[in-house]
T-cell receptor, first 114, second 113 residues
Framework: KAGVTQTPRYLIKTRGQQVTLSCSPI?????VSWYQQTPGQGLQFLFE???????NKGNFPGRFSGRQFSNSRSEMNVSTLELGDSALYLC?????????????FGPGTRLTVL | GQQLNQSPQSMFIQEGEDVSMNCTSS?????WLWYKQDPGEGPVLLIA?????ELTSNGRLTAQFGITRKDSFLNISASIPSDVGIYFC?????????????FGKGTHLIIQP
């Protein structure tokens, strides 16, 4: 079974631009979560989608948004990029049952904002 | 918000030594997960724990879910060079996965030649 895939792997943008990152979950997984990883703050939860609905959101400004499609693929968007948005953005998918609650991560998208 | 304190921050060990790291939380979690992350890659799930007191092994790795549900530890026996990396604990406070994971800051494992 293929793992979680994320595209692109690397991205360089300038301040003020916007960016869209893509995530394809493991086949059969309907929950997709996004995380931001930085050296200073570590891994922080952005939001989680299930059946095309955002079910939970972390403590990030409204510039960070996302969506999920009917095939469970997800995208996240960051508008008006700031230098501090430079980070590794990780997507994780989960089968989402009460017995099993394991999240499997993709390789991440490394975003650099200049 | 919830915080996870993971310790130690880094470990310098000799090949063949056993390793122990732990996480403590200010609040209760229903699920504890342990991940390993290599440079340039996403975290890889090592062990998942769902019940207080549960002790689970995966090869040379053993993890336990603390009885108070506020802590967990991970042990690695007879370390080998490929164990090098960053180990993260993660907790989740609701069954069913509606909430995101709360991560510790990580333990850097370095094996000295």
């Amino acid at each position: 079974k293929a793992g979680v895939t994320q595209t692109p792997r690397y991205l360089i943008k300038t301040r003020g631009q916007q960016v869209t990152l893509s995530c394809s979950p493991i086949s059969g997984h309907r929950s997709v979560s996004w995380y931001q990883q930085t050296p200073g703050q570590g891994l922080q939860f952005l939001f989680e989608y299930f059946s095309e609905t955002q079910r939970n959101k972390g403590n990030f400004p409204g510039r960070f948004s996302g969506r999920q499609f009917s095939n469970s693929r997800s995208e996240m968007n960051v508008s008006t990029l700031e230098l501090g948005d430079s980070a590794l953005y990780l997507c994780a998918s989960s089968l989402l049952s009460r017995e099993v609650n394991e999240q499997f991560f993709g390789p991440g998208t490394r975003l650099t904002v200049l | 918000g919830q915080q996870l304190n993971q310790s130690p921050q880094s470990m310098f060990i000799q090949e063949g030594e056993d390793v122990s790291m732990n996480c403590t939380s200010s609040s209760i979690f229903n699920t504890w997960l342990w991940y390993k992350q290599d440079p340039g890659e996403g975290p890889v799930l090592l062990i998942a724990l769902y019940k207080a007191g549960e002790l689970t092994s995966n090869g040379r790795l053993t993890a336990q879910f603390g009885i108070t549900r506020k802590d967990s530890f991970l042990n690695i026996s007879a370390s080998i060079p490929s164990d090098v990396g960053i180990y993260f604990c993660a907790g989740q406070d609701s069954g069913g996965g509606a909430d995101g994971l709360t991560f510790g800051k990580g333990t850097h494992l370095i094996i000295q030649p």
